[in-house]
């Protein structure tokens, strides 16, 4: 089982950045892909990017490609997201979540363990 607590969230002007971390618990955090995925209220929850079980690939949601970038440090059990030259619709609840995968996926269903959420807010 994997626990995972998500931090970083916060409110920043249109243009600036912030970096998201994922703890997670456990000593078989490098067996699971990681992904972190965004949910606004009234609309389902999104793929946002994506990171292998090594980390030796990821995958972006067209809509943050560029901007975004995931990493994981498997030695400190914890994954990121630096988001960069943020957009009012960027705004959103971000969940970071893992699977017991070695490819990173954009399919929400392929990911067993999610956390509880951090709050990004940008304004305009």
């Known amino acids: 089982q994997v626990q995972l607590v998500e931090s970083g969230g916060g409110l920043v002007q249109a243009g600036g950045s912030l970096r998201l971390s994922c703890a997670a618990s456990?000593?078989?955090?490098?067996?699971?892909?990681l992904g972190w995925f965004r949910q606004d209220p009234g609309k389902e929850r999104e793929f946002v990017a994506a990171?292998?079980?090594?980390?030796?690939?990821?995958d972006y949601a067209n809509s943050v490609k560029g901007r975004f970038t995931i990493s994981r440090d498997n030695a400190k059990n914890t994954v990121y997201l630096q988001m960069n030259s943020l957009k009012p619709e960027d705004t959103a609840v971000y969940y970071c979540?893992?699977?017991?995968?070695?490819?990173?996926?954009?399919?929400?269903?392929?990911?067993?363990?999610w956390g509880q959420g951090t709050q990004v807010t940008v304004s305009s």
């Open positions: 456990g000593r078989t955090f490098s067996s699971y892909a």
């Open positions: 990171i292998s079980r090594s980390g030796a690939s990821t």
């Open positions: 979540a893992a699977g017991p995968r070695r490819l990173s996926s954009v399919v929400i269903g392929t990911y067993n363990y």
